[in-house]
């Protein structure tokens, strides 16, 4: 069963817009979320992380907002731009195995000119 | 700057046959992993290690074996490919004090006849 569940599977929004990607999960050990951006041909790359300690993260453009008690995080990209073109990945680290990253299925988002 | 480098990047393999993927990484991590990429399914953990000559299972462990001969090289193999093993593989590496943060390679281009 997928321990990690992203909506919408793909998202287009226009340059300059805000995309907001969605994240949930099963398991309430889960304590750090990372999300990762995959451009076509590479590897995923961090982008950002939270704690379960936090409920909101910041980082230029991209924040993430946590809701602990509905198990629910979403990333806010503000000012889309082209380059943000990519798919994106919510991953979620057990608590007593933290090496053990589970990923959900990415959000490709497409940011039109 | 981390590196992970996984070889070959493409491969064309056939049915019953057997395919190894290597990875090496320049990092000095202890942590290495395999995942599977599908579409639709977003990054599934094959295979793990947490150190030389020790390999764990991760979620999607059958039809692969791993092998970690030291720290920097880390291999996958599938001893009998079948048609549904065909995916982007990608290897990872990760030091326990860098909040578990992955370190992608650019992934292996697999497909099974």
């Known amino acids: 069963q997928q321990q990690v569940r992203q909506s919408p599977q793909s998202l287009t929004v226009w340059e300059g817009e805000t995309a907001i990607l969605n994240c949930s999960y099963e398991d309430s050990t889960f304590n750090y979320f990372p999300w990762y951006q995959q451009f076509p041909g590479e590897g995923p790359a961090l982008l950002i992380s939270?704690?379960?300690?936090?409920d909101k993260k910041e980082d230029g453009r991209f924040t993430i907002f946590f809701n602990k008690r509905e198990k629910k995080l979403s990333l806010h990209i503000t000012d889309s731009q082209p380059g943000d073109s990519a798919t994106y990945f919510c991953?979620?680290?057990?608590?007593?195995?933290?090496?053990?990253?589970?990923f959900g299925s990415g959000t490709k988002l497409t940011v039109e000119p | 700057e981390a590196a992970v480098t996984q070889s070959p990047r493409s491969k064309v393999a056939v049915t019953g046959g057997k395919v190894t993927l290597s990875c090496h990484q320049t990092n000095n991590h202890d942590y290495m992993y395999w995942y599977r990429q599908d579409t639709g399914h977003g990054l599934r953990l094959i295979h793990y290690?947490?150190?030389?000559?020790?390999?764990e299972k991760g979620d999607i462990p059958d039809g692969y074996k791993a092998s970690r001969p030291s720290q920097e090289n880390f291999s996958l193999i599938l001893e009998l490919a079948s048609l549904s093993q065909t995916a982007v593989y990608f290897c990872?590496?990760?030091?326990?004090?860098?909040?578990?943060?992955?370190?992608f390679g650019a992934g292996t281009r697999l497909s099974v006849l």
């Open positions: 990872a590496s990760s030091d326990k004090s860098s909040q578990n943060t992955l370190y």
């Open positions: 939270i704690s379960s300690v936090s």
């Open positions: 290690s947490y150190v030389a000559d020790s390999t």
């Open positions: 991953a979620a680290r057990e608590g007593p195995n933290y090496n053990v990253l589970y």
